[in-house]
């Protein structure tokens, strides 16, 4: 079968959208963890700039496999971006210019060194900055204690963007906009932070250094993005008549708020579609826990339903009112004004996007590394809801789902994809399902310690566990 590439741009049927007659790409920016995410989005709103601006082009680095930029490679960079929606397009995007891997350590240094370079991003998900729960550096982190250690290629994106930062000042040369493009709230910030404190146990004068003059604006993104399978990579061959090993497809919205720093970034973002806000925040609050909060409600409660989709989901009447009122009244009240945005009709849209039939979103991917993401996607809005002297059914409900879902997966012997699988593994072995939850909370899993001294939450808790375990739908507000 024929690939695609540059050479078969010109056979592709009239209406895929195409790059040809581009200039040769430079690399202005430097992207770690281009998978799925990341090429269906930030790649695609970089790559309408540069027709007209071709030094943006972007290094895909990945720091672990060569699957990805090894395919990209092949097909000289190109792949085919499938919006699946009411009105369905195929586009083929031609961002990327240097394809990097483990082995290419040189390679990704020479680039963070480089002057041309002005932003380095990332969508390494939420573990991969290496943070404790509190959201400061993990320096326990095998990943840190490695690069701490100075021996080898770093292993995590901490290690590599401090010795790009530390490689710039060394040269007088300006730093980067380090710009961190994954779902982890107020993650400028973190990541700036983490920064600065790995940089001090290198060099107090270069963690200064970052503090002061390296920008880590903090970001929004949103567009859902299922897996590329099989039968998705089969059906684009019948449409495009070639092959493309690295094509991705998401829904027509998307959205990549970042917060106006005031400084020149590089690429310009706006003329790109980014909302530029100096309250990213409020951009944040509300898409972690609207959306991401009934994405995972309706993962763990649709998987222990019987779903396998979320659209499938939402064909489940009872969950899909479960959702749509847990947001109404537990979820949007605390979420406070989001400037340009009505809430409302937020949350209508948001439902209706998870009912969109053209997009396979596996309930099973949105259910990874449960522990890394339930604090904030729904956490976060429990404690404004008890802070308010409401105790909230629905989102009790929803974690006890989460726990529910490890519990039967771990007695089960089936593989969890979590950084603690292996203490949820154990800690389920060992307890009942009530016991369970209690336990995830005095380790700070997902559930905070702050919990335990919640005698009515915690009692609510054990009790909405007890009823989704035992599938006693009619005990919870599922039934209504």
Request: aromatic share 6%; hydrophobic share 50%.
């Amino acid at each position: 079968m024929t690939v695609l590439s540059r050479a078969t741009l010109s056979t592709l049927p009239a209406k895929v959208e195409t790059p040809a007659g581009r200039p040769t790409l430079s690399t202005g920016i430097v992207h770690f963890g281009p998978g799925a995410f990341h090429r269906a989005h930030q790649a695609a709103y970089i790559d309408r700039l540069l027709a007209d601006d071709p030094r943006w082009g972007i290094a895909a680095v990945s720091m672990r496999t060569r699957g990805t930029i090894d395919a990209l490679a092949a097909q000289d960079g190109l792949y085919t971006l499938a919006i699946r929606d009411a009105e369905p397009a195929l586009r083929v995007i031609a961002a990327h210019s240097t394809f990097l891997g483990p082995e290419d350590a040189a390679q990704t240094a020479a680039l963070l060194a480089d002057p041309a370079v002005r932003l380095v991003t990332s969508t390494v998900t939420e573990k991969g900055y290496c943070l404790a729960p509190d959201g400061t550096l993990d320096l326990a982190h095998p990943d840190i204690v490695h690069d701490l250690a100075g021996e080898g290629t770093p292993r995590s994106v901490v290690g590599w963007i401090v010795q790009g930062l530390a490689a710039r000042r060394a040269a007088g040369v300006a730093p980067f906009t380090v710009m961190p493009c994954d779902n982890l709230a107020d993650n400028g910030r973190k990541l700036h932070a983490a920064l600065a404190d790995y940089a001090r146990r290198v060099d107090a004068e270069l963690a200064a250094w970052i503090k002061a003059e390296v920008a880590v604006p903090c970001t929004m993104v949103d567009s859902i993005t299922p897996a590329s399978d099989a039968r998705f990579l089969s059906d684009l061959i019948a449409q495009l008549g070639v092959e493309d090993a690295a094509a991705v497809q998401r829904e027509a919205f998307a959205q990549w708020v970042v917060e106006d720093l005031g400084i020149d970034f590089g690429p310009d973002l706006k003329a790109a579609g980014v909302i530029l806000t100096s309250d990213v925040a409020a951009w944040e609050r509300a898409k972690l826990r609207i959306l991401n909060g009934a994405h995972s409600s309706i993962a763990y409660l649709g998987l222990l339903r019987g779903a396998t989709s979320v659209a499938e989901a939402m064909q489940d009447g009872a969950l899909a009112r479960f959702a749509d009122k847990m947001v109404r009244d537990e979820i949007q009240p605390f979420v406070g004004t989001v400037p340009g945005l009505d809430l409302d009709q937020y949350r209508a849209d948001v439902m209706q996007r998870f009912r969109n039939p053209a997009i396979v979103h596996r309930l099973e991917q949105i259910a990874i590394d449960g522990s890394q993401k339930i604090s904030y996607r729904l956490g976060d809005s429990l404690a404004a809801n008890r802070a308010a002297g409401v105790l909230p059914g629905h989102i009790v409900t929803a974690l006890a789902g989460w726990i529910v879902f490890l519990h039967e997966r771990a007695r089960a012997g089936t593989p969890i994809a979590d950084p603690h699988a292996a203490v949820i593994a154990q800690l389920a072995g060992e307890l009942d399902a009530p016991a369970f939850a209690r336990a995830l909370a005095e380790r700070d899993i997902g559930l905070s310690r702050a919990m335990r001294g919640d005698d009515a939450l915690i009692a609510a808790l054990e009790q909405a566990v007890r009823d989704v375990a035992g599938r006693s739908w009619e005990a919870t507000p599922l039934a209504g």
